[in-house]
């Protein structure tokens, strides 16, 4: 099977003694047409995994290989010819642009790094992205704090989408927006995905946004990925990691008929705070947990195919 | 029988036609315009509205938190046949803590991270309540444990920034309630927040409304919270409340076109 993207065994420390592990051995593969929804709470490390894929930073050890080509241990420069490839969609839309630019400058020069064309070519080019994220042409003149949220978030899409990029990795594109928005950004990155064959990494804490935008979904807690899951119908039926259906659980119904969150016996505790765990990470939180959690790491196993899950219980 | 029927009728805050305008280089911005609803005590009141929609306005309005440029222009709020907005300031301000307690939507900054949460807590709770510092010192612990912290006394040495998001949140709701409000005031509490975490802070403040008959004014710009917590809803739009009701006929039978496109904007 051919990989658009594929992690091996990839680790980050951070810390002078490198204590905090920010990811500890996680391995992915992206196939080509088929996005990738990361799922995790804060402090989970899925922000990070995304810096490291697209290069920002370096990981403390393991392989990453985009196109079949290996890319961690690239300099910028040699890196540059892939990064018209693999484009970003940050989650502040308003921080990417500065603010001194217009929006058109701004997105004309992403442009001018990699294609040489003419002053013309180049305001077609953007006029023509711009309408493709639904924005009006015009909009190019305006600068930044002048667009609302929204257009601000489709502005951004356009600038990464306007060098056709195979990979797009968008991470929290939609939590700054107001819910009613959500879903026209969310439909305008499927209507992007099939006009232009674009490939997702779609890092969220909102577990809504998965099913909508991606084909497969992995669960992060704690540096490590818990479940791996190649098909996003019913997510919240098929999860069997005991992490992945609280997560699955805490979910708003929007609907008052079958309330759930609030009725629910009120007994969580907070403890100690910031211990080291030994063995599976989860097993505080764990209501199943046994022995051989607190001593022994679990692997990720295949237990349906298509399905991974990390958990000594399975 | 007549009057004992008034004693047993749940106490409320009632705000009518309230407006509030702001002064700005443009001119005049109408934030808020001619809203009317009512908190009734040991329930939960959610107010919707996407920003800009002045929902956060009203809630500061109340508890005389406008910034110096906002003016309110015209309505009552009223509590037990007083007028809040006729009140002097400082009378006013008196009332914040006792009546209203307030949470705010970014725990991290609400607390200061100079201090410890013990002298944050004790010195919030000696404001508002004439004790010792060993009271309010052994309130705060009780509150805290309330809350869900399993060593209050060790929390308490902490600061903010050691804390992570969630439990500072538990940290302000807990100081909130420890000055025993009648009435809570919460800013997109959990909008910060992840979604586990969003769960448990949504059943303390469902408990906390129950338990202690405490009126709980939630503002928030997600439905999918107010289908799980709310018992009447307003919903907002550009400084108008447009669609009003109990938390089933918002969801079951939408009148307005906006609650509609709300409605229909959330992703299953």
């Known amino acids: 099977m051919k990989y658009l993207l594929k992690t091996e065994n990839l680790k980050k420390y951070y810390g002078k003694k490198e204590v905090v592990k920010a990811l500890d051995d996680v391995s992915l593969a992206i196939e080509e047409g088929k996005s990738l929804g990361l799922i995790g709470e804060s402090g989970s490390g899925k922000s990070t995994l995304g810096r490291i894929i697209s290069c920002l930073e370096k990981p403390t050890f393991g392989k990453i290989s985009f196109m079949d080509q290996r890319i961690d241990n690239l300099s910028e420069k040699q890196f540059r010819s892939l990064r018209k490839d693999m484009q970003i969609i940050f989650q502040s839309s308003k921080g990417v642009f500065d603010p001194t630019y217009t929006i058109g400058d701004s997105i004309k020069e992403v442009l001018k790094n990699f294609e040489k064309l003419s002053e013309r070519e180049y305001e077609e080019r953007i ?23 929204g257009q601000c978030q489709r502005a951004n899409i356009a600038r990464a989408l306007i060098l056709r990029p195979k990979f797009v990795i968008c991470d929290e594109p939609v939590s700054s927006l107001d819910y009613s928005i959500r879903k026209q950004i969310l439909n305008l990155l499927n209507e992007i995905k099939e006009k232009y064959g674009i490939t997702y990494l779609l890092i969220t804490h909102d577990l809504s946004n998965v099913s909508y935008v991606c084909q497969a979904v992995a669960i992060m807690y704690k540096g490590k990925i818990v479940e791996y899951l190649d098909d996003t119908e019913k997510i919240g039926e098929k999860v069997i990691h005991p992490y992945s259906k609280i997560l699955y659980a805490s979910i708003p119904k929007a609907n008052p008929h079958n309330r759930s969150i609030v009725y ?28 051989i959690c607190k001593k022994n790491i679990p692997d990720l196993k295949e237990i349906y195919p298509g399905h991974k899950v990390a958990c000594h219980l399975v | 029988m007549d009057s004992q029927q008034k004693k047993d009728r749940p106490k409320k805050i009632v ?254």
């Open chain 1, 127 to 149: 006029d023509e992205t711009l309408k493709s994220v639904g924005l009006d042409p015009d909009l190019k003149y305006r600068n930044v704090n002048q667009l609302s949220g």
């Open chain 1, 264 to 291: 629910d016996k009120d007994n969580e505790r907070v403890s100690e705070l910031n211990q080291i765990i030994k063995g599976c990470s989860f097993w505080d939180r764990c209501e199943k947990c046994s022995e």
């Open chain 2, 15 to 268: 705000v009518k036609n309230l407006s509030i305008d702001f002064d700005c280089e443009q001119g005049k911005i109408h934030a808020v315009k001619n809203v009317s609803f009512e908190i009734l005590k040991g329930s939960i009141t959610a107010l919707v509205g996407e920003s800009g929609s002045g929902k956060s306005v009203t809630s500061m309005s109340l508890m005389g938190l406008l910034d110096s440029n906002g003016k309110v222009t015209g309505g009552n709020v009223f509590w037990e046949k007083n007028d809040l907005l006729k009140m002097k300031p400082k009378k006013r301000m008196a009332l914040n803590g006792n009546l209203f307690g307030m949470i705010f939507q970014d725990p991290m900054t609400s607390l200061d991270p100079l201090f410890s949460i013990e002298t944050q807590m004790v010195e919030g709770i000696r404001y508002h309540s004439r004790c010792s510092k060993k009271e309010a010192y052994e309130k705060a612990v009780k509150n805290l444990f309330d809350m869900g912290f399993d060593e209050p006394e060790k929390l308490m040495k902490k600061r903010p920034f050691e804390l992570s998001g969630g439990m500072c949140q538990r940290v302000m709701i807990a100081m909130m309630i420890a000055l025993e409000p009648q009435f809570l005031i919460a800013d997109e509490p959990t909008t910060a927040l992840d979604v586990t975490v969003q769960k448990q802070i949504l059943k303390k403040i469902y408990r906390i409304c129950h338990e202690k008959n405490v009126g709980v004014l939630f503002i928030t710009h997600d439905l999918g919270v107010v289908g799980e917590i709310a018992d009447k809803v307003y919903i907002m739009q550009k400084g108008e409340i447009v669609d009003k009701g109990n938390a089933f006929d918002i969801f079951d039978r939408p009148n307005h076109s906006y609650t509609k496109k709300l409605i229909a904007s959330i992703i299953n």
